[in-house]
């Protein structure tokens, strides 16, 4: 295949590691659920789809289109989702980006279940809790299957309701490159969510009106301050939520070098050019503060110091560029063992040439500091921390949601080429 996947087929090797013996399999299946319950059928499947550049592309695609069918359930929802194969020979999951989800949910083939068979089926069940902006896509060979298409969007909306009177979504993807153009009223209040569903970092400008960032990595930010002319930097994975009042010209989300762009126009026709890049964003003081349940001061009970880095090496068989954590590649590199309350304290180094968004699985993990500077601003709770080159980030969370889950790199290029570390409960 012209996209190994190093990870999965390791990962078939990696068993053992337990759960405790305090806790059984139900325990990381969740549930029983009690209250609403939305049922959802998405269909894996081969898709030719015509690009707006003119290419045609031989897609895999979540119900026919890509970005894949999009997904919107309210808070309190179950959601019910039989996942179809119909793909002609490739084994497919879906996991839930960014939902910490029970374990047995999570969708990553040879850890969490295995990848479906063509023909074969599988029902993820799991509450809705936490609303936000959310996406899915597939676990098994993830490099090349979000690559062809395999991912789409999950919005949970708050049980009190929607947050805007206008509410859209992009999903920044290479594959996703048509200018949307949609009709937006001026004097609505508009939630704009992106997913950056591309492997690269991504610089995106928000140009034509003042607006804030409501939530990164689908948590929402505390007060956030109204800004203008700015540009949003996300990593592989990572989400922001901008909130503005629509004014009565177009307004556009978009980036030079990014393919995907929006257009939100009052005639629903007119649009706008990309502007030039904006000065970006620094999260590190947007928004007030607020107590949190753990902070830098906190007692933690484990640390862990991660280094990423590259090199050249063997592995699975080949001479290649890897992505490697503390020097080592999967399934080689560390298994970070936790008991259930630990407080957690984590130190990523990037001292290679690459960013790295590195996301880890059933957590969301609170940024405390990057390169010693502490976070002044709203807590930001992410899923997905991009360490950029030279960079250190510290972040805590607590161990509250017992399995195996995966902490890898979201340029998967770099996952499925080293940079992959699991997360155990003793
Ligand atoms: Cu968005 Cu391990 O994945
Ligand atoms: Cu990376």
Known sequence: SAFPDRLSMNA????????GPTRSVKDLIGGPYTGPVRKFTVVADETRIPLASGQLVDAWTFGGTLPGLPLRVRQGETIE???????EATPTTIHWHGVDVPN???GVAGVTQDAVQPGGEF??????EKPGTYWYHSHQ??????????FGALVIEPAAGPVAEIDETLLVHNWNDRLDVRKAEPGRRVRLRVVNANSGTERL???????????VDGQDLNEPGEIRDRSITLGGGGRADLDFTMPAHPVRIGGPGTRSALVLSPDGVSTVEQPRHAPELDLNAYGKPKTTPFGPDSAYTKHFTVDLDQGMGFHAGRLGLLWTVDGRVFPDAPMLMVREGDLVRMTFRNKGMNDHPMHLHGHHVLALSRDGTPFTGSPLWLDTVLVRPGETWEVAFRADNPGI???HCHDLLHASNGMTLHLGYE
């Open 12 to 19: 078939h090797g990696h068993h053992g590691a337990s759960t």
């Open 81 to 87: 989702l039989k996942l179809v194969n119909r793909l």
């Open 104 to 106: 047995a949910m999570d």
């Open 123 to 128: 029902t993820y069940r799991f509450r809705a």
């Open 141 to 150: 060979v993830a490099n090349e299957q979000v690559t062809r298409g395999l």
């Open 205 to 215: 400008t928000f140009a034509g009106a003042p607006f804030r960032v409501a939530a």
């Open 405 to 407: 889950w995966m902490d």
